[in-house]
């Protein structure tokens, strides 16, 4: 099993920055796809970003909604992943979850949530106007 924990959320002005961070632990894998959603009040959770050995810019993804504002990226030596955020709108309010695909899953650009197998607990995110 893969356990994932997620950190870094918290309050923050329209138009400051977050750093969230995705450390895992347990079952090592090598070959995968890690990706970011959130779920505001009332909504679906929705697809962020993800991103795929070998960890490169060409294997992520990004949802229109964020592109050009937040970037994903993998530190190797900790094995985390962290998803930096940008000029934050409001509309960004939601919990954030980092989820994971099964080792030699590397299919990111399939941002179907039913894809994931394994999730963190999420963090909240508040980005007041």
């Known amino acids: 099993q893969v356990q994932l924990v997620e950190s870094g959320g918290g309050l923050v002005q329209a138009g400051g920055s977050l750093r969230l961070s995705c450390a895992a632990s347990g079952r090592s894998f090598t070959f995968y796809t890690v990706g970011w959603f959130r779920q505001a009040p009332g909504k679906e959770r929705e697809f962020v970003t993800a991103i795929s050995w070998p960890w490169s810019s060409a294997n992520t993804l990004y949802s229109d909604s964020v592109k050009d504002r937040f970037t994903i990226s993998k530190d190797n030596a900790q094995d985390t992943v962290y998803l930096q955020m940008s000029n934050l709108k409001p509309e960004d309010t939601a919990i954030y979850f980092c989820?994971?695909?099964?080792?030699?899953?590397?299919?990111?650009?399939?941002?179907?949530?039913?894809?994931?197998?394994?999730w963190g607990q999420g963090t909240q995110v508040t980005v007041s106007s």
């Open positions: 989820a994971r695909k099964n080792d030699h899953d590397l299919s990111v650009f399939n941002s179907n949530t039913q894809t994931y197998v394994y």
